[in-house]
């Protein structure tokens, strides 16, 4: 296996830590108010997190899971409620649209899914 990142994969971890950065006082606010933090969604789909690991046929940036596990462990770094948002959404939601037979793929909503304005709709 190859662990050495390419530019792409730099790029995006870099985009990744100044999002973490940005959010980090809003997020212990949240932390320390138990609750929603409403920025994340925003701010994350605007990078792409939520389709890092996804293929580009759906819509997804199609980064492997070497650069998936590097975002996580730098999302893990701003809190438990970011590294659980992102490990459930992503590896149990958006992953299933890599999962079975390529025509029940293509009639899946995996194409919808990665879409800001159809994900988890908050108020």
Sequence with gaps: MNFELGAGQTEFLNKLDKVCEKI??????????????????PEFVS???????????YG?????????????????????????????????GRMSCRAGPAKIRKKSTCHIQLQAERSWPLP
């Design 24 to 41: 980090r006082p809003y997020e212990e606010e949240c932390y320390l108010a138990e609750k929603i933090n409403d920025r994340v969604i």
């Design 47 to 57: 990078m792409g997190m939520l389709g890092c690991p996804i293929s580009k046929r």
């Design 60 to 92: 997804g940036l199609g980064y492997d899971m070497l650069t998936f596990a590097l975002a996580m462990e730098r999302i893990g770094r701003e809190g438990s409620s970011l590294r659980t948002f992102f490990s459930v959404d992503v590896s149990i």
